[in-house]
């Protein structure tokens, strides 16, 4: 019975989504979507899709953006392997991302605090997304003069009766440097995502953990982080991809990629290939193995998404 009941029900789907496909005013209402849907694939195409293909073709040549570009095949990526600034800002990006947990975790905690009502809730709200609204220059800058090595930090630490740090100019400290300014300047988003996550989660499932003698902590641990991983693995892809892609202009400010190579990343020594070093084709075969380093990430964490999603 149940096998002829699913024909039946099909039968009646398909019959029904052929009635909707006669119907003319059904059709003209898909073809007035499909109207709004066309300027964004026209924008995607023209500034996502063109770029990407026409640097997967300058990454095979040897381009010096004023003579004919000449094909060399896949010479470029070779000389990747053996380019101790590509491999060095590599080591680096593995480095930023090892830090993901604190980028995710800290906005959490916060934004829990904040959910449970602590006093000046609203004030924090504000306070701690403003960072996110200006400028990764005016970022720079500010903390240029904050880290310098005669900075209000450095004499902070001087009226601790503690000695100045090089921040910046020291190799073993300026990456983590970088990557804490990118922290403060970017974390309040994260926190405005996770607030939004929280007012989702049902009320009635903390009720009946509190009826059943769960204390707040184990409230928070077993129902509502449970009820948040939608919302925290939305929020570890969007970081990802935003920080192999949007601190050029907090490195090109605040270290210039150094001391040395230190704190150069891809995205950033794309543009010194490309503007200094005067080598386009070599800039778009490191762009494509950005994007495609990027395109795997992103691919794994959706799948992971995916799966839990079906769990």
Known sequence: MTSATETHGTATAVRARELLDRNPASRAERRFGILFVLPALALVIVFRIVPLVWGAGY???????????????????????????????????LILLATLPVWIGLPLVLAILIHQGVPGGRLFRAVYFFPAVLSSVIVGAIFNMVLRYD???NAMLGSLGLSPVDWLGNSNTALFALIGVQLWSTFGMNVLIFLAGLSTVPEELVEAAKLDGASTLQTWRH??????????????????????????????????GGPGTSTTLPEYLIWLEQGR???????????????????????????????????
Do not use: H
Not at 59 to 67: A, P
Not at 73 to 83: E, H, I, K, R, S
Not at 238 to 253: D, E, N
């Open 59 to 93: 990454s095979l040549t040897d381009y010096n953006g004023i003579d004919a570009p000449s094909y060399i095949g896949l010479q470029n990526y070779a000389a990747l392997a053996t380019d101790p600034a590509f491999r060095d800002s590599i080591v680096n990006t």
């Open 151 to 153: 900075g209000s930090f």
């Open 223 to 256: 129902v509502v982080v449970p009820s948040m991983v939608p919302i925290i693995e939305f929020a570890t892809v969007a970081t990802t991809i935003g920080v192999l892609t949007s601190m050029f202009g907090l490195i090109y400010v605040l270290t210039a």
């Open 277 to 311: 070093m005067n080598r386009p084709g070599y800039a778009s075969a490191i762009s494509i193995v950005l994007f495609g380093v990027m395109a795997v990430l992103a691919l794994v964490q959706i799948r992971i998404m995916t799966k839990n999603a079906e769990i």
